[in-house]
């Protein structure tokens, strides 16, 4: 190995090391997470996540159906909903993450910082 080499090699492994840790902490969590539900692309409800002690069960009922959530300090999670396929129930815990039930035009979600788990184009 050359000089040159040696250099590119250390150049390259310093550059990699610094970028790990500063991508962790720029994508740390905060704990400033904010659960939204929304009804027909409106914001029905928002939740600051760590001002939430205890869970709490919202129910929805629209023109267009039945939605049970419950949002806690954990994340959001959709408990019920009277939708075809039931598809929408699930859970959410990250920012970024999100249940949509297109049939009755819900969206949760929690926005802020926090962890990124994948990004799809």
Known sequence: MTKTDKLIFWSVLLSAVFLLL???VIFAKTGRETIVI???G???ARYQQDALSQPKTLEIQTEFGY???EVSKK???VIDSDCKDRQC???IQKSGE???????????KI????????VAY
């Open 42 to 44: 409106k914001e029905y």
């Open 89 to 91: 129930i699930g859970e």
């Open 67 to 69: 939605n049970k959530i």
């Open 98 to 108: 999100m249940i949509v039930c297109l049939p009755h035009r819900l969206i949760v």
């Open 38 to 40: 929304e009804l027909g």
């Open 22 to 24: 500063f991508s962790n």
């Open 111 to 118: 926005e802020g910082s926090g962890e990124v788990d994948g």
């Open 75 to 77: 994340g959001a999670r």
